[in-house]
């Protein structure tokens, strides 16, 4: 059940919604000047039928129509599992049920035209639609809905563009104003005439006969719930062979034919996907893990959407990628992805002073950087980077008091000595650089400059506390020790290195500052100067450590 290729669905997908808009929104302007007068309407419906009523519209408006619904099945189709977010969900009930809803409508107006002439106007119709709280009601509630389903639509399409939040408001307006002046309009007008069932007679002279209409009406009903039932059946007819999708902490099972974002939600897992599954954005990307080079090759939509943000060939769109083989896969974007541990309770660690290293790191340029990156590229960027930073405290043996934009602040010797805490705090400095050259390895096609990082470290006494107000409190550490490690990693910046580290951080770890050129750095709020070693590259901090074999020390 396969129209065309992806990008042509999606193409005329998009061609037949803003046709079946377009209708929609002339036909409820010609519906508003009822609060003008049925007169008023009756003039603009003979402008509206001169187009939608010639054979050219009429084509145009059941041909859209007809494809938009077809085009509904074959995606219903193809999904895979019937879980999905709300919005979703509402679009796909409004689209199938207002075909349903204006039935009625459609024989009793353009059919009976069709086959009778009879015009139909506002004079004939309103009195015939308010004489029964049904009619009205149907009538209205299948504006509702039409417009409902055109907005989600247009929203879809509309909301991973950058013009849209400066719109937002105007467009917002319109979806609104427009139904509502509609209804007023169709009330309005039916109240100003005298509501009330024709005659008979009027009926079966200017009309096509009631039965012939019934038969139209039940067969058109009739083709269009086969229409859904065959496309519910296929569904459910079970497909052969299943592939095993690994997870970071589960495996998943699924038939061949689920793509990646559908076997995640049915599965439960909460993933990202802003354009709802349609490849128009990236922020349901994935990292193959394992099994890239047995993937299929993306298809249009997909392709286009990797090649506009550099992707490199381990990423690949959930929503577009419907495996055959065996993958394991890393989400890119989502709240779970940073992959901290869990940090020291309030108990071991709160109100207490303690003789601790504090570690500063902060992205350089990287308000730059995040100018030439789309928002949800730069939130990857930021998680990637936050996940080397944790991985790198925790595994050293400290951990991570917050994150503040772009920088981190982690601690060691919560629950050690000075000196072991000193030597971890150095370690941890060694996997950030090292860290961060992977990620310019991995998304050097993404990034126009590496990365770079400014680190800062400084040792001393702190205290260790709660610290804040409501959910916004955390276990932090205050004092003048931070404050230093703060500076330092700006003196980092100024010397464009990696680390500037005070000699007391050194010499606490073990390890012998011999000839190395220190600086004697004065700190703004701090009495007399900090000796400080400037070092370019964070990797010499390795070398210093391999090399030492002589028992830690104290600070002169």
């Not at 007819?237 to 998943?252: E, L, M, S, W």
């Not at 789309?374 to 939130?379: C, M, S």
């Not at 709020?525 to 020390?553: C, D, F, V, W, Y």
């Given at each position: 059940?396969?129209?065309?290729?992806?990008?042509?669905?999606?193409?005329?997908?998009?061609?037949?919604?803003?046709?079946?808009?377009?209708?929609?929104?002339?036909?409820?302007?010609?519906?508003?000047?009822?609060l003008?007068?049925v007169e008023?309407?009756?003039?603009?419906?003979?402008?509206f039928?001169?187009?939608?009523?010639?054979?050219?519209?009429?084509?145009?408006?059941?041909?859209?129509l007809?494809?938009?619904?077809?085009?509904?099945?074959?995606?219903?189709?193809?999904?895979?599992?019937?879980?999905?977010?709300?919005?979703?969900?509402?679009?796909?009930?409004?689209?199938?049920?207002?075909?349903?809803?204006i039935?009625?409508?459609?024989?009793?107006?353009?059919?009976?035209w069709?086959l009778t002439g009879?015009?139909?106007g506002?004079?004939?119709?309103?009195?015939?639609?308010?004489?029964?709280?049904f009619?009205?009601?149907?009538?209205?509630?299948?504006?509702?809905?039409?417009?409902?389903?055109g907005?989600?639509?247009?929203?879809?399409w509309?909301?991973g563009?950058?013009?849209?939040?400066?719109y937002f408001l105007?467009?917002?307006?319109?979806?609104?104003?427009?139904?509502?002046?509609?209804?007023?309009?169709?009330?309005?007008?039916?109240?100003?005439?005298e509501v009330?069932?024709?005659?008979e007679?009027?009926?079966?002279?200017?009309?096509?006969?009631?039965?012939?209409?019934?038969?139209?009406?039940?067969?058109?009903?009739?083709?269009?719930?086969?229409?859904?039932?065959?496309?519910?059946?296929?569904?459910?007819?079970?497909?052969?062979?299943?592939?095993?999708?690994?997870?970071?902490?589960?495996?998943?099972?699924?038939?061949?034919g689920?793509s990646?974002?559908?076997?995640?939600?049915a599965?439960?897992?909460?993933?990202?996907?802003?354009?709802?599954?349609?490849?128009?954005?990236?922020?349901?990307?994935?990292?193959?893990?394992?099994?890239v080079?047995?993937?299929?090759?993306?298809?249009e939509?997909?392709?286009?959407?990797?090649?506009?943000?550099?992707?490199?060939?381990d990423?690949?769109?959930?929503?577009?990628?419907?495996?055959?083989h065996?993958?394991?896969?890393?989400?890119?974007?989502?709240?779970?992805n940073?992959?901290?541990?869990?940090?020291?309770?309030?108990?071991?660690?709160a109100?207490?002073?303690?003789r601790i290293?504090?570690?500063?790191?902060?992205?350089?340029?990287?308000?730059?950087?995040?100018?030439?990156?789309?928002?949800?590229?730069?939130?990857?960027?930021?998680?990637r980077?936050?996940?080397?930073?944790?991985?790198?405290v925790?595994?050293?043996?400290?951990?991570?008091?917050?994150?503040?934009?772009?920088?981190?602040?982690?601690?060691?010797?919560?629950?050690?000595t000075?000196?072991?805490?000193?030597?971890?705090?150095l370690a941890?400095?060694?996997?950030?650089?090292n860290?961060v050259?992977?990620?310019?390895?991995?998304?050097?096609?993404?990034?126009?400059?590496?990365?770079?990082i400014?680190?800062?470290?400084?040792?001393?006494?702190?205290?260790?506390?709660?610290i804040?107000?409501?959910?916004?409190?955390?276990l932090?550490?205050?004092?003048?020790?931070?404050?230093?490690?703060?500076?330092?990693?700006g003196?980092?910046?100024?010397?464009?290195?990696?680390?500037?580290?005070?000699?007391?951080?050194?010499?606490?770890?073990?390890?012998?500052?011999?000839?190395?050129e220190?600086?004697?750095?004065?700190?703004?709020?701090?009495?007399?100067?900090?000796?400080?070693?400037?070092?370019?590259?964070?990797?010499?901090?390795?070398?210093?450590?391999?090399?030492?074999?002589?028992?830690?020390?104290t600070?002169?």
């Open positions: 059940m396969k129209i065309a290729s992806s990008r042509t669905r999606k193409r005329l997908h998009l061609l037949s919604g803003a046709c079946l808009g377009l209708f929609l929104l002339t036909h409820f302007s010609n519906h508003a000047l009822g003008v007068s008023a309407m009756e003039r603009m419906r003979v402008v039928n001169l187009f939608w009523r010639s054979w050219p519209g009429t084509i145009l408006l059941y041909g859209s007809l494809l938009h619904f077809l085009l509904a099945l074959e995606s219903l189709y193809r999904r895979q599992t019937l879980r999905m977010p709300v919005r979703e969900a509402l679009k796909i009930i409004f689209g199938l049920s207002f075909p349903f809803l039935v009625g409508h459609v024989v009793s107006t353009r059919i009976e069709m009879s015009g139909d506002y004079y004939d119709v309103l009195p015939v639609l308010w004489s029964s709280t009619g009205a009601t149907r009538q209205s509630l299948a504006l509702i809905l039409a417009w409902a389903h907005c989600l639509g247009a929203w879809f509309m909301r563009r950058n013009w849209y939040p400066r105007f467009f917002y307006s319109f979806a609104v104003l427009v139904p509502l002046l509609a209804l007023l309009g169709f009330a309005v007008a039916a109240r100003s005439l009330g069932m024709p005659s007679a009027w009926f079966m002279s200017n009309h096509a006969r009631p039965e012939i209409l019934a038969q139209i009406r039940l067969s058109i009903v009739a083709g269009l719930l086969a229409m859904i039932g065959a496309t519910l059946i296929l569904r459910a007819i079970p497909v052969r062979g299943k592939v095993k999708i690994t997870y970071p902490d589960r495996a998943i099972s699924v038939p061949k689920f990646v974002l559908e076997a995640i939600r599965a439960g897992i909460p993933h990202i996907s802003i354009c709802g599954g349609r490849g128009r954005c990236s922020t349901c990307r994935v990292r193959v893990t394992e099994g080079h047995r993937l299929p090759p993306p298809n939509a997909e392709k286009a959407t990797l090649m506009r943000i550099r992707a490199p060939d990423v690949r769109l959930a929503c577009q990628l419907r495996p055959n065996n993958l394991s896969i890393a989400p890119v974007l989502g709240a779970d940073i992959g901290l541990k869990a940090q020291p309770s309030e108990q071991q660690a109100g207490r002073e303690r290293a504090v570690l500063f790191c902060d992205l350089r340029d990287f308000t730059l950087l995040a100018q030439k990156q789309l928002p949800f590229d730069t939130v990857f960027l930021l998680n980077y936050f996940e080397t930073i944790g991985e790198a925790e595994g050293s043996g400290g951990v991570i008091d917050k994150f503040i934009g772009d920088g981190a602040l982690a601690i060691f010797g919560l629950s050690n000075i000196e072991e805490a000193c030597a971890q705090a941890a400095t060694v996997r950030i650089a860290g050259e992977v990620l310019n390895r991995n998304f050097m096609s993404e990034l126009d400059t590496p990365l770079r400014a680190m800062g470290m400084h040792a001393g006494p702190a205290i260790i506390g709660q804040g107000y409501g959910k916004a409190s955390s932090t550490a205050v004092g003048d020790t931070i404050n230093a490690a703060s500076r330092l990693e003196f980092a910046k100024e010397y464009d290195a990696q680390l500037a580290v005070s000699a007391d951080v050194v010499r606490y770890a073990g390890l012998s500052v011999g000839d190395r220190s600086y004697n750095i004065s700190i703004r709020g701090r009495a007399g100067t900090l000796e400080t070693l400037i070092i370019q590259n964070a990797a010499e901090i390795g070398i210093m450590m391999a090399s030492a074999n002589h028992p830690k020390g600070p002169a």
